[in-house]
Structures are given as structure tokens and as C-alpha cells.
């Protein structure tokens, strides 16, 4: 229970020393906080049948389960999906349309670089350079 407390401040951000965890332990246990927490949660449990509505309401729905197999059909369905999903994936990648893309991308990219060193020239851009000079340089487009 202390360790709940903690981890709960923790989360929410607040900084604990090194001893923070070792003096809740023993407030609670001086306190009986968890102890009492826990005698009072069982003695509702046993005044109302908590426990014995609980286990009633995991055997019903076990029982569903059984009949309809629905654990079983859900698994399928996931599965089938997944399934049909990489096959879908594995369709498009072995396409010939997915394949002339990616070399028309491919060939565009290396149009780009091509255009943009013969721009730039083999020595780079000279940042000192008159600006007229490079707008006004000729290259060549093509490969």
C-alpha cells in the first residue's frame, strides 16, 4: 500500500528523498492502514458476496465463450487480417507500377543532384561571389 502511495507521487512528479519509501512503510505499519484497508475490503466482500458475484461472473462469461467460441473467432479474424494485410503489402511492392515509380523517383533525384552540381560547380559556392554571377550561369538539364 505505502509502495502505491510512492509510486502514485511519483508519477504525478514529486520529488521523495532516499528514505521516503522506509518512513511510509513505517507510518502504515504503526497506523495499520493497510492491514485495516484490507479487513474492511474483505469484510464487505464477505457481507455482500463480492467475491462469490465476481467468480459467477467469470464463469458466465467462460460459459458464452464456450458456446459461441468467440476467444476462437476473434483470434481467426486477427489473424486472417494480418494476414491479408502483408499479402496486400507484398502485392504492392512486387507491382510493376511500384517498381517504375520507384526508378522514376530514382531517376528524378539523380536529375536534381546532377542539376544542382553543375549549378553549384566543382569548386561549391563561393559565398563571397557576385550573385549575378550565379543566377546567370548556364547548365545543362539533361543527362
Known sequence: ?????????????????????SKAKAIDES???????????????????????????????MSVDQKYHILDTTKSAVSATG??????ANSVVSSSYFSKGALWVSDALTRAAKVAADL?????????????????REFSAST
Open 120 to 136: 553549384v560547380g566543382p569548386g561549391g559556392v563561393d559565398c563571397y561571389a557576385n550573385p549575378h554571377d550565379i543566377e546567370t
Open 1 to 21: 500500500m505505502a509502495q502505491d502511495v510512492v509510486k502514485t507521487m511519483l508519477a504525478k512528479g514529486y520529488v521523495l528523498g532516499k528514505d521516503a519509501l
Open 83 to 88: 494476414r491479408t494485410a502483408v499479402a496486400a
Open 31 to 61: 497506523h495499520q492502514v493497510s492491514a485495516t484497508a484490507v479487513a474492511k475490503v474483505a469484510e464487505l466482500s464477505e457481507r455482500i458476496g463480492l467475491t462469490d458475484k465476481f467468480c459467477a461472473g467469470v464463469e458466465a462469461v
